[in-house]
């Protein structure tokens, strides 16, 4: 996984050891913080955060989650966080015991890891989930887009995007069910929109505060036509 991640951590949020070495716990410092989110991170959050309030659980792990920012939409729930970038662990190696969390959470962060690894990173995030395991990630519908917005931003997460290409959905839950998890996919989060407000996060980041704080104030929930994203919600069986 990038260790040098071109995403600010939120001003709201601070990061505490805990016992295990590489994870950290997320306190929230100030609530208001999460309307900075770009708009991209706050749907994809807020989608995520649903499933788990869904799954009712009180304990989660955050895999790679770089600042632990999904804690802004879960009050009442302990968030712990693991990531190269900010915590120095890593999502391969979870120094944690079997089960030790009701839900995990990896948003955004298999396109990230080589493919090679992908197996083995769906193998250690089952293991310590108790009950579910939430990952969210940008589909194959959505790879012409992430294809023109490489070739105009040169956006070193969207390269891994394309150069180690997006996990395949029927792939996944065939890997969740090796595991003894069942999966469901929501496809969510309007392309069109995000083609938009990456592009001026990235070209024009002196207008990008104010367009993402309109973005999330009145079009977190924006339809698409073809998706973004496929959440998926793995139960253990």
Known sequence: MNMNVPIRISNGLRLDPTHLSGVSRVVIEDASDKMSLSWDRFVRLKRAAEAVIASKAITVLDAGGYDGAIAYFLDGVTVDV???????????????????????????????????K???????????????????????????AQELILKLTDNELIREHVEWELPDTTWVLEELAKHGFSGTVTPHTSIAVWLGQFL??????????????????????????????HLIVGGRR
């Open 82 to 116: 693991i990531d190269p970038a900010t915590t120095g662990g890593s999502v391969l190696r979870v120094p944690a015991e079997d089960c030790s969390y009701d839900a995990v959470v990896a948003v955004d962060v298999l396109e990230h890891i080589e493919p090679t």
């Open 118 to 144: 992908r197996s083995e990173a769906i193998g250690e995030l089952t293991r310590v989930g108790r009950h579910n395991l939430i990952l969210n990630y940008p589909c194959l519908e959505s790879k012409d």
């Open 200 to 229: 001026t996060l990235n070209l024009m980041p002196e207008v990008a505060r104010e367009l993402n704080l309109h973005l999330v104030t009145s079009y977190a929930d924006e339809p698409s036509s073809k998706p973004l994203y």
